[in-house]
């Protein structure tokens, strides 16, 4: 919701007699604990309340759009909108006058005073009288209010922000409908077609979903309706994001998939949504929509690095178990090995900035990805100690131990690789340092030592250097198999969405 400042035209029903009791009456709405955002902004403008109590005390209805109070000096003051309290023939040219302010981004309200509201009890000894939600049919217009919209400075940018990252962008309001196409046009969004009128539209229904799907920018929408405009949204496929302040708000913040409430909102509004921003600034959004997509994004990619190296555990201890064949790693050679391949890369990669949209269904992904390399990297290293046993058995175990280390660690940097795709200059710095740490490992006299290390000899040395290289171009053939099978599905999920929304 905009900033409201308030400003009092005075009407041709108004007389100066009714000025004082009129402001004090203003002035009552303004300091209300219960006002609603455009209330509240009166308590700037008119501080000085009716220091009698008031008698009775009508609460803002969004479904009949007015609230009163009465006191026993001046009689009952209704606060609504023109289209309630301007209904009648005779203020027609008032009623006019309300539109065109509001068509020039003016909210309007009327205040209307009347000898007394409707009472819907007398209430008990130590209870106020509470007012049945009807208007006094001898209700007088006094007073019309204009309040000019104050859009957030950083509206504009971060509207289109949402958009650069395809995010439809829509507007419920209870207000005007011409207000509100005022106000979206001051935040850059396209409102060639005007603001759809909600009250001409039922609570519910294919025709409200409908509608909900292809406008934009509504007003006067009830609270029943913006419910059942999320609930519309997201029958049609789609993941709906909802911002609001107003208790009229909360029964839509409740069912969207992420209700997000702005820090000066009423209590049960934020009680229902899942993020309040407590500096209520709207600019906060896209850094948390940024660091979101950054956090499931990362853990997708980190993820395919996690399954493989949990599928090529297992799948080369049930092969060597199988062929009762020796592990070909000491512990501290495994644990390096892990540290190239998984440990140093998933820490970077999951610190870095990710806009990748979420798409469900991620752990399919990951091991329609992860399972073909897993089984890749065992392949390999069951190969070189087939190579070793059957070939090229002249050697002694710790140069065995360096060729299988070489093996797994080339592999394994190379799922890395294609697993850190597209690769930024940081991606491609992460990757290219951990091929430079391998080699270090392999050269240091201090790392040789402490692995137990020993180079292999040229014919076991090529043969494994053959074997990460036919390794890698396998993983290579699965990354593009993997590419081609998620922009088929992503075709056939987007055809579905198509569909149910048709």
Same mark, same amino acid.
């Given at each position: ?8 035209? &005075? ?5 100066? &007699? ?6 004090? +009456? ?17 308590? %700037? #403008?008119?501080?000085?309340?009716? !220091? ?17 109070? %009465? ?10 909108? !023109? ?18 302010? +509001? ?13 007394? @509201? ?25 007073? @019309? ?17 949402? *958009? ?73 496929? *789609?993941?709906?994001?909802?911002? #609001?302040?107003? $208790? ?10 992420? #209700?997000? &409430? ?17 500096? #209520?600034?709207?600019? *906060? ?13 990362? $853990? ?27 592990? !070909? ?9 892990? &540290? ?15 806009? *990748? ?109 053959? $074997? ?8 290579? $053939? ?25």
């Amino acid at each position: 919701e905009p900033d409201a400042t308030p400003a009092a035209d &005075a009407t041709p029903a108004a007389d100066a &007699a009714a000025a004082p009791d009129a402001a004090a +009456a203003l002035a009552w709405f303004g300091a209300d604990p219960h006002a609603n955002p455009t209330a509240a902004a009166l308590a %700037e #403008g008119f501080e000085h309340p009716n !220091p009698l109590p008031p008698v009775a005390v009508l609460a803002f209805s969004s479904a009949n759009r007015f609230s009163g109070v %009465e006191f026993p000096d001046s009689g009952a003051w209704i606060l609504g909108a !023109p289209e309630v309290l301007l209904a009648a023939p005779e203020h027609d040219a008032a009623r006019g006058h309300a539109h065109a302010l +509001a068509a020039g981004g003016m909210r309007t309200m009327v205040l209307s005073h009347a000898p007394h @509201l409707v009472l819907a009890d007398e209430g008990g000894v130590d209870e106020k009288p509470r007012a049945a939600q009807v208007l006094p049919a001898e209700h007088e217009p006094q007073l @019309l209010l204009t309040f000019s919209e104050q859009v957030r400075s950083d509206a504009r940018q971060t509207l289109e922000y949402f *958009r650069e990252q395809g995010v439809d962008l829509k507007v419920l309001s209870g207000d005007n409908p011409a207000t509100v196409a005022a106000a979206a046009a001051t935040a850059g969004m396209d409102v060639s077609h005007g603001a759809v009128d909600a009250s001409t539209l039922p609570e519910d229904g294919e025709e409200l979903h409908r509608a909900a799907l292809e406008h934009s920018v509504f007003g006067r929408v009830s609270p029943h309706q913006k419910k059942n405009m999320v609930l519309g949204l997201q029958q049609s496929g *789609r993941v709906v994001a909802m911002t #609001g302040d107003g $208790i009229n708000d909360a029964l839509a913040l409740k069912h969207a998939d992420l #209700g997000i &409430a702005m820090g000066n909102a009423a209590p049960a509004t934020k009680a229902v949504s899942r993020l309040v921003l407590l500096d #209520g600034q709207f600019s *906060r959004l896209p850094s948390v929509l940024g660091e979101g997509r950054k956090i499931i994004a990362n $853990i997708e990619r980190v993820t395919n690095l996690f399954l493989t190296k949990t599928g090529f555990a297992v799948m080369m201890g049930l092969a060597l178990g199988l062929l009762a064949w020796t592990f !070909p790693f000491l512990p501290r050679q495994y644990s390096t090995a892990d &540290a190239l391949m998984i440990g140093i890369p998933s820490f970077v990669l999951t610190m870095l900035p990710n806009t *990748r949209r979420y798409v469900p269904g991620y752990l399919r992904r990951a091991l329609h990805f992860a399972l073909p390399s897993a089984a890749i990297v065992t392949l390999c290293v069951v190969g070189l100690n087939f190579y070793e046993r059957t070939v090229d058995p002249a050697h002694s175990t710790e140069a065995f131990q360096t060729a299988s280390f070489m093996v797994l660690v080339l592999v394994g940097l190379w799922v890395l690789c294609v697993g850190s795709r597209p690769l930024t200059p940081v991606r491609l710095a992460l990757v290219l340092a951990m091929y430079a740490g391998l080699v270090l490992v392999l050269v240091v006299p201090l790392s040789l030592a402490y692995h137990q290390f020993e180079l292999p000899h040229e014919s076991l040395f090529r043969a494994s250097l053959a $074997i990460a290289v036919a390794g890698s171009v396998l993983v290579e $053939i699965n990354f593009r198999v993997h590419t081609r099978w998620l922009r088929r599905t992503q075709r056939e999920a987007y055809r579905a969405a198509e569909n149910a929304q048709q």
